[in-house]
């Protein structure tokens, strides 16, 4: 006999009325609906599972799905009302605007005795905390001392004060709720506390909640470079977490904001100094930023611009390095026709000192350090950017006569004799242009102070140092790098000179001398990547010759006895490598790659 299908009773239809939720503690409320008396059996009553309904169990001693959606409903309220009616919000004594369905920003019941736990109970965008008061310090002071290696510009000394002040988050004298929470992330994640650590998402959440209102027109202007210090600082966590994708997101909308508040033309002496934004989402409205109150905000946001400039770089410089199909990114300084005049970053003291000319004007500042040598200020902080922009224009023009030099063995193959000829002239002048960049970079290595020069009580601008110096000998292996070969047939000059700047990225960036380059930039782990590969491919190189073209004795010793030497210089930068990635999953995936390298040199 054929088996009846089981028949399902359709619902019927609910009377909006009140309920009360106090008939018995186990009350299902289907059971009421349907007069049915329910046997409080979970997760499925007995009534229910000979009778299917489509609604799930739900029992009056848990929240319903009904009063969580008119709590929702009721807080959303809340918030339009105090979105509309901002001041008087504000003007209330003793309240938030950010205090709805949430604690205060000093309440006890986020963190749970000294254990360090926090609490997260609401999970929408209203349920906005920080921790309490007695703990903030603790996580300023775990990052502050190493803000600068994460792209921080602000005035280390200002923002403490103004975060620990005892006003609602939000109030304009304190740093905006996104800045706050990227922050307290940082020092998090710099505080190595177990308790703590697993708690970073929750920070991370209330970082990108909180940036998609700031962008509101009612956002404070102060807040606004608030805003891209926020995006920076999580564009650096997620790019050490190796999550490309929401990095490059934040560090894109950092140059947005940066060149729609016209950062790149401060100081400009341009008539009119108003350059559209190229880079800008397309039918944004330009927003002109309130003059800087007094010297160390006209600097702030000096340094915010080029902050973002070397934080996008850095970033592609690390792509390019893990990637294969990053080759199509590009950033500001590659962008055509975007004119930069904004001066030269300064350290924050030197601003605080008033050291910025008050007449200063500027135009086109990248075009005339790297063209006409016009020397940039007495800064760490200036000589760290101005070393990666001389690694993007390496990186630029080696690419150029990586692609003239291909070009013209094309069309030598094809026997076009004019063409050959344009394309020759092309590739001379490229390699013409790069080999004055050598020696120009070679110059400006030996230009800048040493890192031993920053030893004992500078330790902040020591590590700053030591990365400006990788920058720029990786700049010197990105124009000997067209000429070494894929296929191990480069010039002898070029290889050495890439086996040498290579060293000296390891050396630099192994100082044992330089404290705390645990808490490193993720930046240096690129730069040990791409040294590590020069040195690889030196080994690969002369392995390749050998094979080549015999061996005599004297040439076995000679070549065993560097290829030792160049194994030790590897074994160093695995090691430099292994410290740093303890905590950076970038640095751990970069090993990897070299790691395998090193397996398959059969070592």
């Not at 239809?13 to 979970?42: M, N, W, Y």
């Not at 949430?102 to 109970?121: A, E, K, Q």
């Not at 040294?531 to 030196?538: D, G, K, L, S, W």
């Amino acid at each position: 006999m054929p088996v009846k299908p089981s028949r399902k009773r359709p619902p019927k239809p609910r009377k909006f009325q009140s309920v009360s939720l106090e008939i018995r503690p186990l009350t299902f409320f289907a059971g009421r609906h349907l007069k049915i008396k329910c046997d409080g059996v979970r997760p499925v009553c007995g009534p229910c599972t000979r009778v299917p309904k489509d609604d799930e169990c739900e029992y009056t001693d848990v929240s319903s799905r009904t009063k969580d959606l008119q709590e929702t409903i009721s807080r959303l309220k809340a918030r339009i009302n105090e979105l509309e009616n901002p001041h008087q919000t504000q003007s209330s004594s003793g309240s938030s605007r950010y205090e709805v369905g949430s604690p205060t920003p000093s309440s006890p019941s986020i963190i749970s005795g000294t254990s360090g736990s926090f609490s997260d109970s609401d999970h929408s965008l209203l349920g906005v905390q920080e921790p309490p008061v007695d703990m903030i310090p603790m996580l300023l002071d775990s990052f502050l001392p190493h803000a600068s290696q994460y792209s921080f510009f602000m005035h280390p000394g200002r923002f403490r004060a103004s975060a620990l002040l005892q006003l609602p988050l939000g109030h304009p004298n304190r740093p905006s709720p996104a800045l706050l929470c990227a922050v307290y992330l940082w020092g998090i994640h710099l505080s190595r506390s177990e308790p703590l650590v697993s708690y970073e998402t929750i920070f991370i959440r209330r970082a990108q909640q909180h940036i998609a209102t700031e962008l509101s027109d009612r956002a404070h202007p102060v807040h606004r470079i608030h805003t891209i210090q926020a995006h920076v600082l999580l564009s650096t966590y997620f790019l050490g977490s190796k999550q490309f994708l929401e990095a490059e997101f934040h560090i894109n909308a950092a140059v947005t904001l940066s060149l729609g508040y016209h950062l790149h033309m401060i100081r400009s002496s341009r008539p009119g100094s108003s350059d559209p934004p190229l880079l800008s989402a397309p039918g944004s409205a330009e927003i002109f930023l309130e003059p800087p109150r007094n010297a160390i905000e006209e600097g702030e946001r000096i340094r915010g611009f080029w902050t973002v400039v070397y934080a996008q770089h850095c970033l592609i410089m690390t792509l390019r390095a893990c990637s294969s199909n990053s080759s199509n990114t590009f950033g500001v300084l590659e962008s055509p026709g975007l004119h930069i005049d904004t001066p030269w970053p300064l350290d924050i003291t030197q601003y605080e000192r008033g050291m910025l000319p008050r007449d200063l004007r500027g135009v086109d500042t990248v075009q005339g350090f790297v063209v006409r040598g016009v020397p940039g200020p007495n800064s760490v902080v200036s000589a760290q950017v101005q070393a990666m922009v001389l690694l993007q224009r390496a990186t630029q023009l080696a690419g150029k006569w990586s692609r003239c030099k291909g070009s013209s063995v094309f069309l030598a193959k094809k026997g076009t004799e004019d063409d050959f000829s344009n394309v020759s002239a092309s590739t001379g002048s490229v390699y013409e242009r790069t080999c004055r960049a050598r020696g120009a970079y070679s110059a400006v290595c030996g230009g800048y102070p040493s890192v031993s020069h920053y030893y004992g009580s500078h330790g902040e601008e020591a590590r700053m140092m030591a990365v400006t110096h990788a920058l720029l000998s990786a700049a010197i292996i990105q124009l000997h790098r067209p000429q070494c070969g894929a296929d191990a047939s480069g010039t002898g000059e070029a290889v050495a000179a890439c086996v040498v700047a290579a060293r000296r990225i390891l050396n630099t960036l192994g100082d044992t001398n330089v404290p705390n380059f645990g808490c490193a930039s993720p930046v240096v782990g690129t730069l040990l990547l791409l040294a590590c590969q020069a040195i690889a491919h030196r080994v690969e190189r002369m392995r390749y010759f050998q094979e080549c073209l015999g061996s005599t004795l004297n040439v076995d010793v000679a070549r065993n006895s560097e290829e030792a030497a160049l194994l030790v210089d590897l074994q160093t930068g695995l090691t430099t490598m292994n410290l740093l990635a303890v905590d950076c999953p970038l640095v751990q995936y970069q090993l990897e790659k070299i790691q395998s390298k090193f397996n398959a040199l059969g070592l």
